[in-house]
């Protein structure tokens, strides 16, 4: 069996492979007609998403610009395999650096803003009456962004979206929206404003931690280097690349590429000590992501193909603007070449697999850095229950954000490691396809994203004597998803969890009462949810107890009807403290 056969076996995707940078596919009509309703007596009374930045140009002057240089020296030796490809090759390059010139590198493309458009617009729809009861009470929506200006364009775009929904009835209610980067740029100690988190906090610790990590582990001896190393050197990487570049270049060329003469740094002149290297026409006073960092290079068949193939996938992200003086076509490179293009997913996917996905057995290192978010999203939740006047918090962040927070949700597709081997000898020693799940596309396409709806009830729950345990459930990508196979929903088939549950099997705090809500179904004859007599009261400590939600009517308080308050209990009736300990 061959290489490409035994990292692919038994995989039955289908092309195009576009990795992560697979443009975001909304939920289906059914999908959305699919949505469950809390058990009987419960109301949504929070929502909360953290999504990733919408589909984007180029993050940087890097794959165009060293394909330019390597095109240039090719033109000089005649190493293209006609000068008509060659010609066309470099108009293609021209143009999608003209492309990313004109939209400004990193930032949203149309698609990304018509994409986050779209999923403002359905979460509105989806919790209307949440929003409808917010804007009479007053209460108020919070936006957050990772501080990166394609996050905060993406927040604004979703804006745009959940206003339009309300005929901007919302509006006077949305906060402005702030940078969190403790919480979604938690991966470097530089926050995107060039800012650097500050010594001694937890975000700080949190970000020297992890790269560290990555500094260990992608250096000499280290199980992601080893990894790798072995997948980028394998027979297959070396064909696939070949068969791409030799549609464009001479077999003599191609031999060449890696010697002196034929290494190529991301500088004006392509040496390792050459100037800086900036796009053709761009301002770098505006955008500076338009001069290219000399740390790039190619030094192999395989760094020129995997440039290509990356100009390729960031294709799909710019069909809008991908026309006119700026149209480029790189699809022709791998349109013939899908099992090629399917081996190049697969290396992106293994690098993002080993430092921001589930990474290696024995080690969290990957993807514990994503706690502070997964904390967050708790401590929303105490907020609200607690009387809080936020009915939501919006985040918008980045691939490094939603593919560790995935891991450690242990969602679909984001729950089995790799062998935490340094110097692999098999392809079972390493991740592949044919034994993990993983793919870049679906975990963490463009505008991925997380959303968790939390349902109170007020009054007494009978089982435990306390008020009833808020209840939450999740969508991944719109589409409603249960949580991990070690939690356990409020019933049989039913898509809602305790929070208690929640902290117990995401947290690892102890468990203080069942996690059911009810015995088989989620009403019964009377309407209420009926419940389950094996349910436990706890320990007498007070520990997991539920938040009260008194709704009374203002009408009494204030002499006119305008809605509902919510009243509760202090989050320290919940009993449970926010820890960073996983299980």
């Known amino acids: 069996m061959s290489t490409q056969q035994l990292a692919f076996a038994d995989a039955t995707e289908e092309g195009p492979f576009y990795s992560s940078k697979q443009p975001y596919i909304a939920p289906s009509e059914s999908d959305i007609a699919g949505y469950s309703q809390p058990p009987a007596g419960f109301d949504i009374e929070h929502t909360q998403l953290v999504a990733r930045h919408g589909s984007r140009g180029l993050s940087s002057y890097k794959y165009d610009a060293l394909l330019m240089l390597m095109a240039q020296t090719a033109q000089k030796e005649n190493g293209f395999v006609s000068p008509e490809v060659g010609e066309a090759f470099m108009k293609n390059l021209e143009s999608i650096t003209a492309a990313n010139v004109a939209n400004g590198y990193g930032m949203l493309t149309g698609q990304g803003a018509t994409q986050h458009r779209g999923i403002g617009e359905r979460t509105y729809k989806r919790n209307s009456a949440l929003f409808e009861r917010a804007i009479a009470e007053?209460?108020?929506i919070r936006f957050e962004s990772s501080g990166e200006a394609r996050a905060t364009e993406s927040g604004e775009s979703f804006l745009t979206g959940f206003e339009a929904a309300s005929h901007n009835s919302v509006t006077p209610i949305v906060e402005s929206l702030e940078a969190h980067p403790e919480t979604l740029y938690f991966h470097k100690l530089e926050n995107p404003d060039g800012s650097v988190k500050q010594e001694g906090t937890p975000a700080?610790?949190?970000?020297?931690?992890?790269?560290?990590?990555?500094?260990?582990?992608?250096?000499d001896g280290g199980v992601i280097a080893g990894a790798m190393d072995y997948i980028e050197l394998l027979p297959q990487s070396q064909e696939s690349a070949r068969r791409v570049l030799s549609q464009i270049f001479t077999p003599e060329f191609i031999d060449s590429i890696g010697d002196d003469a034929h290494t190529w740094f991301n500088t004006a002149d392509g040496s390792k000590d050459g100037d800086k290297n900036c796009a053709p026409n761009a301002d770098e006073s505006t955008d500076a992501d338009a001069c290219g960092s000399a740390k790039k290079k190619i030094t192999s068949a395989v760094d020129a193909a995997m440039d290509l193939y990356n100009l390729y996938i960031i294709g799909a992200d710019m069909q809008e603007e991908n026309t006119g003086e700026h149209a480029f076509d790189f699809e022709q490179y791998f349109a013939n070449y899908q099992d090629d293009a399917k081996w190049f997913s697969y290396?992106?996917?293994a690098e993002d697999f080993y430092e921001k996905g589930p990474g290696v057995t024995g080690t969290d290192g990957s993807y514990?850095?994503?706690?502070?978010?997964?904390?967050?999203f708790f401590a929303q939740i105490d907020e609200r229950?607690?009387?809080g006047?936020?009915?939501?918090?919006?985040r918008f962040a980045h691939a490094e954000t939603i593919a560790p927070f995935s891991a450690l949700l242990r969602l679909p597709g984001s729950t089995q490691q790799a062998p935490a081997v340094s110097q692999p000898v098999s392809i079972d020693d390493v991740f592949n396809y044919a034994t993990n799940e993983w793919r870049g596309s679906t975990v963490m396409p463009m505008a991925a994203n997380v959303q968790w709806d939390t349902a109170c009830q007020a009054g007494t729950d009978p089982a435990t004597g306390r008020s009833w345990t808020p209840i939450v459930r999740m969508l991944v990508n719109e589409v409603e998803t249960p949580f991990n196979s070690s939690c356990t929903a409020v019933a049989e088939g039913s898509s809602w969890y305790k929070v208690s549950e929640l902290r117990h099997c995401l947290l690892g705090q102890a468990q203080t009462e069942s996690p059911l809500l009810t015995k088989s179904s989620p009403v019964g004859p009377s309407g209420k949810p009926e419940v389950d007599p094996a349910q436990t009261t706890g320990d007498e400590e007070g520990r997991g107890q539920g938040v009260v939600l008194e709704r009374p009517s203002r009408l009494a308080a204030t002499g006119s009807d305008s809605g509902l308050v919510i009243a509760g209990l202090a989050a320290i009736l919940m009993g449970?403290?926010?820890?960073t300990h996983r299980r």
């Open 576 to 579: 449970t403290v926010l820890v």
């Open 204 to 219: 700080y610790e949190v970000a020297s931690r992890y790269e560290a990590f990555i500094g260990e582990q992608t250096s």
């Open 385 to 387: 229950t607690a009387g």
């Open 138 to 140: 007053g209460d108020a």
């Open 389 to 394: 006047s936020h009915v939501a918090t919006f």
């Open 368 to 376: 514990a850095p994503a706690q502070p978010l997964l904390d967050d």
């Open 347 to 349: 290396l992106l996917d």
